[in-house]
């Protein structure tokens, strides 16, 4: 049975659009990865114990520290290349993304070399427009914004009616 995940993509309506937030993963194997290493703030769940939008809702606030409150829209689930399914919602919101504050893991660094080190989860976060996100959102995830994008009947991130 394939590892299932769950998170939520909170997004803002500014003046010139909308935009998504988006964390990036901590540790040394993404620290200087940028382009297609963000995600939603997730986790994994166990579906047999655990409701999904409960897991994503427990993730998100464990990864920014950030309460989600609201309406929160189904965008469906994912499968990423690890083969993780991956169940997220929608809800609109804010919150400053220099502020974030996220839960560590441990693990052997650097490898085989029986130290210990932890690092958070999420070592940032930040608002990217739709375009910018798309192209910053792991590529497994990038359904969820044209998802966002076909619920909120806003132009697709690089259509030719969407603002550049």
């Known amino acids: 049975m394939p590892e299932t995940s ?8 500014r003046p010139d659009g909308v935009e998504v937030f988006l964390v990036h993963p901590g540790g040394p194997f993404w620290a200087k990865k940028d382009a297609g290493a963000w995600s939603i703030p997730k986790g994994e769940f166990d579906s047999a114990s655990e409701n999904p939008l409960d897991a994503a809702w427990r993730e998100f606030e464990e990864e920014t520290g950030v309460v989600p409150t609201g309406e929160f829209l189904e965008l469906g689930s994912v499968r990423q290349r690890s083969g993780k399914i991956v169940s997220a919602w929608a809800f609109e919101g804010d919150c400053d993304a220099s502020a974030i504050r996220s839960n560590t893991f441990t693990i052997d660094w650097p490898p085989r070399s029986g130290k210990q080190q932890s690092f958070p ?10 375009q910018a996100a798309s192209e910053k959102i792991l590529v497994g ?3 969820f914004i044209r998802k966002l994008v076909s619920l909120m009947d806003l ?3 690089g259509s030719p009616d969407s603002s550049e």
Request: zero cysteines; a neutral charge; charged letters at 35%.
């Open 6 to 13: 769950a998170g939520l993509l909170m997004y803002r309506r």
């Open 121 to 130: 989860e999420v070592d940032r976060a930040g608002w990217f427009d739709l």
């Open 141 to 143: 995830q990038r359904g």
């Open 155 to 157: 132009d697709s991130p």
